[in-house]
């Protein structure tokens, strides 16, 4: 039977405490701790996917700017919850104000997702930054950059996160797993890697999933849990639909959705990944290029709430249409 050690969740129980403590994004982490060693810091944007370490960061570098006491002068707002300008006029403005406590001589406020933020409450919040300066920095992180707008951006350090590196994630996940005391296969360890894509977030919780009833986390498990397609299995959808079988890749797009639990975002992904390693004799260069500019297509019409299924049917005929053509 596994030992229940803990209820904690995960991600949180092992979440860096310092920069000192954090793996990878490396290009940024050094001149975080410059502005922990020097107590002094801008404004910063922190723009990257999701699972990045954005959150982990603007936590760490808190704790070793302000020490136990960190929470005193820490504050982290979601954008997401209240994205208009009423919020950034009342309860940041009424945190920006008040004086810092403690010799570093600001706090900071964190907010999260800043991205969701609507143009009036950005334009508010730059105001914000100006006037309030002295008193109060602010860390503001999204995913994507391009919807800050450039009166905010000139005003930040901008630093860009990039999806952890294999080596990163493993090295986090043989911590997690060593202090749970699980045992995780080399083939579950590669399994997870290519099922989170780099997100740090998501592979700990998937391991903490696969964790759950068991001391030795299988390959197997990891399958069962994953909600993302794997490599296999669309490697398999693709080379029916590249076959002419546009019936049979359907049938495993259709495993896909219903048994995997997988969404349409993360099977255009997955496409997206094994596309390259297409052998050029199956599918041309040319024949490539067309298809991940189909891909694009079809990515943004899921992020305007196209149905998942329809368009990812069209893909497979889109793949077995130039078969035929090729034919």
């Known amino acids: 039977m596994a030992d229940h050690k803990s209820e904690a969740i995960w991600v949180e129980k092992y979440r860096p405490t310092s920069l000192k403590e954090m793996v ?5 982490v050094p001149l975080l701790r410059s502005y922990a060693e020097k107590k002094s810091m801008p404004h910063l944007l922190f723009a990257g996917p999701p699972g ?14 302000f020490g136990s006491e960190w929470r ?35 706090k900071i406020l964190f907010l999260d997702e800043a991205d969701n933020l609507t143009s009036e409450a950005q334009a508010a919040l730059r105001r914000m930054m100006e006037r309030y300066s002295s008193s109060c920095r602010f860390i503001l992180s999204c995913n994507y950059s391009s919807r800050i707008i450039d009166p905010i951006q000139s005003r930040c350090a ?20 060593e202090g749970e005391g699980k045992k995780v296969s080399s083939e579950a360890m590669e399994t997870i890697l290519t099922a989170s894509g780099g997100d740090m977030r998501r592979a700990v919780n998937l391991l903490q999933l696969a964790g ?12 069962e849990y994953a909600t993302v397609p794997l490599r296999r299995e669309v490697e398999g959808m693709i080379t029916a639909a590249l076959s002419g079988n546009f019936r049979e890749a359907r049938d495993r797009l259709f495993t ?5 639990g997988a969404s ?12 390259p390693d297409i052998p050029d004799t199956i599918l041309s260069a040319r024949e490539k290029v067309r298809l991940l500019e189909y891909l694009g297509e079809v990515d943004f019409r899921l992020a305007q709430g196209a ?6 049917e069209a893909v497979l005929a889109h793949v077995a249409a130039g078969r035929e053509d090729r034919n």
């Open 307 to 312: 149905s998942d299924r329809i368009q990812l």
């Open 52 to 65: 990045s370490g954005k959150t982990t960061a603007a936590l760490a570098l808190a704790r070793d700017l």
């Open 264 to 275: 349409g975002e993360d099977i255009v992904r997955a496409i997206h990944s094994y596309l």
């Open 212 to 223: 759950t009833h068991t001391d030795t986390v299988s390959a197997e498990t990891i399958r």
């Open 24 to 28: 990878g994004q490396e290009a940024i």
């Open 72 to 106: 005193q002068s820490f504050r982290e707002t979601n954008a997401s919850d209240e994205r208009g300008i009423d919020t950034v006029r009342t309860t940041i403005k009424q945190y920006a104000r008040t004086a810092p406590i403690g010799d570093v001589g600001f």
């Open 158 to 177: 901008v630093f860009r996160f990039r999806a952890y590196s294999p080596d990163a994630v493993r090295t986090q996940l043989k911590r997690v797993a």
């Open 256 to 260: 896909l959705f219903v048994e995997r």
